[in-house]
């Protein structure tokens, strides 16, 4: 597995970038394919330092995220979300999928003790409504949403507004 290392606000040591790359080589088992790269991003911010890993293959997308105060607790704790994503991944195609084109060694992977039935517990159909960017956010915060769907006037196109976690606003446009 290749692995990509970034900081921001933060200086990379030897240290971490090599608990990472040994903690990252613990998932090379997993995946049949050769060629996986794995992204880590690294910030601090004052109440913490915060790891993200993506790792996208084929078939999915791994990514899971953890906020710390101590940065190697974060790194082995970001390790474990993504090892239980591919053994739930696992589980869901075995049942679901009869040619097992995976992205994983199958055999590799341990089965979930108790596996989570997906359920859709809602279906809501909406008509976008025209409106910009600023109207859709306003929108959003309105209602209490976390998203917002709309119609956006300058492109003509449907867009989704959702609020991050740190806050800020980011914005799904389709083609």
């Known amino acids: 597995m290749k692995v990509i ?3 921001k606000n933060i200086n990379l040591t030897e ?6 790359n ?4 613990v998932l090379d088992k997993y995946f049949i394919m ?5 992204k880590v991003l690294i910030r601090t911010y004052p109440v913490g330092q915060k790891i993200e890993v993506t790792i996208p293959t084929e078939y999915v997308l ?4 953890v906020v710390d ?8 704790l970001v390790i474990d979300k993504l090892e ?4 739930k991944y696992k589980t869901k195609l075995n049942r679901k999928s009869k040619d097992h084109k995976l992205a994983f060694n199958v055999a590799s992977i341990e089965p979930l003790d108790h596996e989570e039935e997906d359920v859709i517990v809602k279906t809501k159909t909406i008509h976008p409504k025209p409106m910009d960017l600023e109207e859709a956010i306003m929108q959003m915060e309105l209602i209490g949403h976390t998203f917002f769907v709309y119609k956006d006037t300058e492109t003509d196109l449907i867009s989704v507004v959702y609020k991050r976690h740190d806050g800020d606003y980011g914005l799904i446009e389709t083609e």
């Not at 239980?84 to 053994?87: D, L, M, T, Y």
């Open 5 to 7: 290392i970034r900081g």
């Open 15 to 20: 240290g971490i970038e090599t608990k990472i």
């Open 22 to 25: 040994k903690k990252l080589a």
């Open 34 to 38: 050769n060629d996986v790269e794995a």
């Open 62 to 65: 791994l990514r899971a995220e």
């Open 84 to 87: 239980g994503q591919i053994r």
């Open 69 to 76: 105060n101590d940065l190697y607790n974060a790194i082995d």
